[in-house]
Every structure is written in C-alpha cells, then in structure tokens.
C-alpha cells in the first residue's frame, strides 16, 4: 500500500476474530495504520458484525485523532477526488441512507444477504485473503 499511493485505504469490517483481541493483536493494526495515515493516506473502516463500535473507535483515539481517519459506524458518503463512496457498515435492521442530491458513485460494505447459499464451494480465508475450494 505504502509504495502504491491509493486514493484511499478502506477495511471492510470484522478487523480482529474477536471482540477482545490480544493487545499485541490490536498493537500490531495500529502501527501499519499509522503508517498510512503518516503517508497522508486517507483510511475508512467500516463496522462489521463482530466489531464492537467501542472497540474501533477506541483505536481511533489511541492512535489519536487524524482528520484522514474515518471510522464508519453508520451509512456514511465520503468523497475523494470527487469521486462519491458510499460505506455501509452492518446494520443489524436495515440500512438508512444519508439524503444527497446526487447517487455516489461506488459502495463498499460490511453486508449480510438473506437466502444466499454458497453452492457446491465454500470460501475459506487464509492470511487475510478469501480462496475458494471444493467441499470434499
């Protein structure tokens, strides 16, 4: 990321496994974002099903406040390089979007979908990243 110089950063909720990480755990987070927001890189974080929003936020506060810092505990639109994003953390009933003239151009979201099966494969993640395989 640091060599790539994004527009933004955004994690996609459900940052730890759990609710009360290990504290070398949540150190560990801290220090690569700070690294981007040292950069100048905006991050987003987005609330996910197993986040607490006291958790996260208290990592906002602890890194200190940063105004390239955004933690998204409700449906919130946020441009960069005019360009409209909408980001949608979990809503555990329905979703009430902010009121805009315009549509954002783009949604990122933490999202759960009624009646999806996953079919004959299923997604295991491995190392942050999510791999599919066929169930044996």
Request: charge should be neutral; glycine fraction near 8%; hydrophobic fraction near 45%.
């Amino acid at each position: 990321v640091l060599n790539k110089a994004p527009t933004f950063v955004v994690f996609l909720g459900d940052i730890f496994d759990s609710i009360n990480p290990p504290e070398v755990i949540r150190r560990l987070f801290m220090a690569r974002v700070k690294r981007i927001l040292d950069k100048e890189i905006p991050v987003v974080i987005i609330i996910g099903n197993h986040d607490t929003n006291g958790q996260v936020f208290s990592l906002s506060s602890e890194m200190g406040l940063h105004d390239k810092l955004f933690v998204v505990a409700k449906p919130t639109v946020l441009d960069f390089d005019m360009v409209g994003f909408l980001f949608l953390p979990w809503q555990k009933d329905g979703i009430d979007l902010p009121k805009r003239s315009k549509l954002p151009d783009f949604c990122f979201g933490h999202l759960e979908v009624d009646g999806v099966e996953l079919g004959v494969q299923h997604y295991v993640l491995k190392i942050g990243r999510a791999s599919c395989r066929e169930r044996v």
